[in-house]
């Protein structure tokens, strides 16, 4: 691969250069979803870059304002779709927070249990989507989508769904595990490490891989802090925030677990920081399913209708598997938020796009965009 | 750089090709309209509504008291009460719906509805083959469509119905009892039927 020149759209022009437009999306297939990028390009590299998105707007904050607060939970299954139960986790994390109310250890830790299953869809459904955008047309994808189902398997026995799971509650979850739950959950468990093997083999040593990523998107950690970008993205850039570690929100603080850290922060880096926190996320769900206490799992104090915090405002973060997923919701002490907004990891982590492109080819710009991890549902909302 | 790494993947997806012809692990997929996995006993897609006895009309559960209509997150649920009121299974007068509409097509399967009826009187069926060239017509469900026997109900969620019924069972028990207690006041205690959990063994 071509090594890549830093140039600006400035620069081209004084050049007296001849420049092309291209609009790549919305029904690309490389750009995750109705997005479009308005690419302008000197040959191949990429001069300026303008992302265009809102094809999905689906009103959700208004539309949550207007609805109770419990009949906002099936919205939010549908922000970012491939991880339904964190979202669900962290509306469910601000409600507990401006209504005072506190879900049981055990609920706490079926909480962890399909957060980190969750975590671990996205990321290998990340990992084949991206070797997807680099043109390795469907194995890895489908390996990634075969050990999916397995873990689809577990939510539709659980809650009913294999998507839009719905499961979460204010004070709680929605109902127990069935019987032989937990123990499938271990085999899911015990047979995943043979699968990043197997999944690992396939990729982070093929040539073709390495030279479509290294090098490829730098993102410094100077400009990622100051973008506000979170999760697996910052932390390839080498800085060391997980919000499990730092808020040790619901029984995280209970776990041993690492932070893996990337160098150099190209697209290389993101895709082995997923990979790396897979393993992590293992060594979590290990945990947790050997230590889940029997016990309720709903807060006494809960009430499923009319619930009416009083009023106030509140946000509360969780560690989405894109990043930090966070809800704020003021009270006026209705029936319903007076306001509902949602930080979404997708969208913010998305404003450095045209960063990292500059001076990339039109190829890399689509491998850079599969790496940062994008679901248009949430980008949009 | 000397393509280790790709013929390393190669004989990786080599394995993967071979193993999917004898490994059931590696083959997860079933062709599907000629094969179909069983629905697991949570399973949800549409709700429908639950009648006791052999008539849908005379059996409805529902009493039409319009909670699911109010919290059901897309509003796809339409209820007029019917004012005539019937006897449910405690012999207590309730209303009835007159009309029962579910816009399936807006119906977005979270299930809201079953976990907010009082009555035990909504509950998620397994269908999923619903499509249809009628938009208007074929995809707003009313209570014709939408009435299934509680046998059906025991079918899909066996544990749920199973608790269900046990509660049912000793509720009219109770009733039973409290009534027959005041009907004969002088008659002694002994002589009541104890409220037993027989729905449970059914």
Known sequence: MMASHSLTAAEEAAGGQQLLEVSMGPQHPSTHGVFRMDVTLDGETV?????????????HEKIAEKCSYLGSIPYTDRLDYICSLTNNWAYALTVEKLAGLAAPERAEYIRVILAELTRLINHSCLAGFLLQDMGAAGTPLMYAFREREKILDLFESLTGARMMCDYMRFGGCRCDLPPGWIEQARSVAAHYPAFLDEFEALLTDNEIVRARTEGVGVLGAQLAVNAGITGPMLRASGVNYDIRKVDKYGVYGRFDFRVPLGERGDTFDRYMIRILEMRESLKILQQALRDIPEGPIMDPKARLRNLRP????????????????????????????????????????????????????????VVILGSVDIVLGEVDR | MNGAGIIKGMIETARNLAGSYHDKERLTTVQYPEETLPPVENARTIPFLVYDGGDAAAGLRCTACTICEKECPPQCIYIVKDMAKKPDYLGKM?????????????????????????FDAIKMDQVFELS????????????????????YFQKLHRTEASEIDARREQDRRKTQAAAAAKAAVPAPAANLPPPANKGAAA
């Open chain 1, 47 to 59: 001069v300026r870059l303008k992302p265009v998105f809102g094809y999905l707007h689906r009103n």
């Open chain 2, 94 to 118: 309730q209303l009835h719906p007159k009309v029962f509409d579910i816009d399936i097509a807006v119906c977005m399967s979270c299930g809201i509805c079953v976990e907010v009826c009082p």
């Open chain 2, 132 to 151: 249809t060239d009628d938009r208007f017509g074929g995809l707003l469900w009313g209570i014709k469509q939408l009435a299934k026997p509680n046998e």
């Open chain 1, 310 to 365: 009083k009023p106030g405002e509140a946000y509360a973060r969780i560690e989405g598997p894109k990043g930090e997923l966070g809800f704020y919701v003021i009270s006026d002490g209705g029936s319903n938020p007076y306001r509902y907004r949602i930080r979404p990891p997708s969208l913010i982590n998305l404003t450095i796009l045209e960063d990292l492109c500059l001076g990339q080819t039109i190829a890399d710009a």
